[in-house]
């Protein structure tokens, strides 16, 4: 027995503790352990010389070969005099796990990779276990200290499940991962983060880059009164385009016989005014210039278009807020309606515009996080809630680099 023993301590290395003893059946192997230390650790770090009962647990670790491992234990509770009575912490598990390190970090690793349908097929335990060891050592692992530094922040929603389930995602543009979730989309899932923060950290963010979402901007003036907000330039060009189609739909609805234009062109001819103009094919780019010679309000309003992309290229940003200023002019004075209204729109958004030219700063970041999380909640064949979804971001895009535990 004391050659199995010895055997086993070599194979599995379980830290601060040694093999007493080994029970070997058809589907599983039982090791029992002895703590290296005489002193109970209490989960606050508190160490105490005695405890006063115990019983028998079990924790599921990596398997041996073709049997499930157990590894067996007399857990003791303590009277720790900080927190009073508590059960003492092993050093093969987290607080209050019923699995041991590795067998979790193993799941967080397969977890970051594949769906979780897959990990337990894999790993021998049920989906509800790996949804459970993900969420609780998310919490575990994410590290408050990623709200200690941060100054240029973006803030984007998406949707995560229909009808109208939303998450608002927080990123930071230094390291470009994801620092907080909330449930929602409106004024209250941003200003529940700002909260979260200290006088310090809310001082120290000098920049936050959005869509135009008012209610996103209504709570970012009110908690953070001294920070630059910025409007995305891909969110500008998008109301720009939108402004076009509204120009070239109604030019269609009432002249279409002057174009000449089956449906399949008619579609072809929206595409191709929306793409920038260096990007066109021979053949759209003729369907472009025929169009807007055609047609005044459409030439007009392509022309505006693709000046206005020209504002987000400028070498020297100082150039920018007069170019801005004298864009909204002859938007306002060209009497196409949407281009008045989307005039309008620029001016109320003037500041957050220049303000992301001069710095340098988009929403870039939190779209392609956005696309992440896309392709995470369909890899899980979707999530039913906000705190499943929430723990899988987090594994995947907040930083955490869960290790195998054969990796040294």
Not at 340 to 351: I, K, P, S
Not at 366 to 371: D, K, L, P, V
């Amino acid at each position: 027995m004391r050659f199995i023993s010895t055997a086993f301590n070599r194979l599995l290395q379980i830290p601060g503790a040694s093999v007493t003893d080994v029970v070997i059946t058809e589907r599983e192997v039982e090791v029992t352990l002895r703590p290296s230390s005489r002193l109970l650790q209490c989960p606050c770090g508190q160490r105490v010389r005695g405890g006063y009962d115990r019983r028998r647990r079990r924790w599921r670790h990596l398997d041996l070969a073709s049997r499930k491992l157990w590894l067996v234990y007399d857990i003791r509770r303590l009277n720790c005099p900080n927190c009073g009575v508590r059960t003492e912490q092993v050093p093969w598990s987290r607080p209050g796990a019923r699995h041991t390190r590795d067998f979790e970090d193993t799941v967080l690793w397969l977890a970051r990779r594949t769906d979780r349908t897959s990990v337990a097929t894999l790993l021998r335990c049920a989906w509800e276990t790996v949804t459970a060891i993900i969420n609780r050592t998310v919490e575990e692992l994410l590290d408050e200290r990623r709200l200690g530094e941060i100054y240029r922040i973006g803030v984007d929603e998406i949707c995560y499940r229909h009808p109208h389930k939303y998450l608002t995602i927080i990123g930071d543009h230094a390291t470009g991962t994801v620092i907080d979730i909330h449930p929602g989309r409106g004024v209250d899932s941003l200003t529940t983060f700002y909260d979260k923060l200290t006088a310090e950290q809310r001082a120290d963010i000098e920049a936050v880059s959005m869509d135009g979402s008012t209610a996103f901007r209504s709570a970012t003036e009110d908690k953070l009164p001294g920070a630059t907000i910025c409007y995305d330039p891909f969110h500008v060009m998008q109301w720009t385009n939108r402004a076009l189609d509204e120009v070239f739909a109604a030019a269609m609805a009432t002249n279409r016989a002057d174009f000449n234009l089956s449906s399949g062109q008619w579609r072809k001819a929206r595409t191709a005014l929306r793409t920038g103009a260096e990007r066109l094919n021979p053949t759209r780019g003729h369907l472009v210039r025929t169009i807007t010679a055609q047609n005044h309000a459409i030439g007009t309003a392509w022309r505006m278009k693709e000046q206005l992309r020209q504002l987000f290229r400028i070498a020297d940003p100082t150039r920018a807020p007069r170019y801005l200023r004298r864009w909204i002019q002859r938007a306002a004075a060209s009497g196409i309606r949407p281009l008045v209204q989307l005039a309008r729109r620029l001016e109320l958004h003037f500041d957050g515009i220049i303000a992301t030219i001069e710095l340098g700063i988009s929403n870039a970041l939190i779209e392609g996080i956005n696309a992440k999380i896309r392709l995470i909640n369909a890899r899980g064949y979707g999530h039913h809630s906000a705190e499943a979804l929430t723990s899988m971001i987090y594994l995947c895009l907040g930083g955490l680099n869960p290790k195998l535990p054969t990796k040294t």
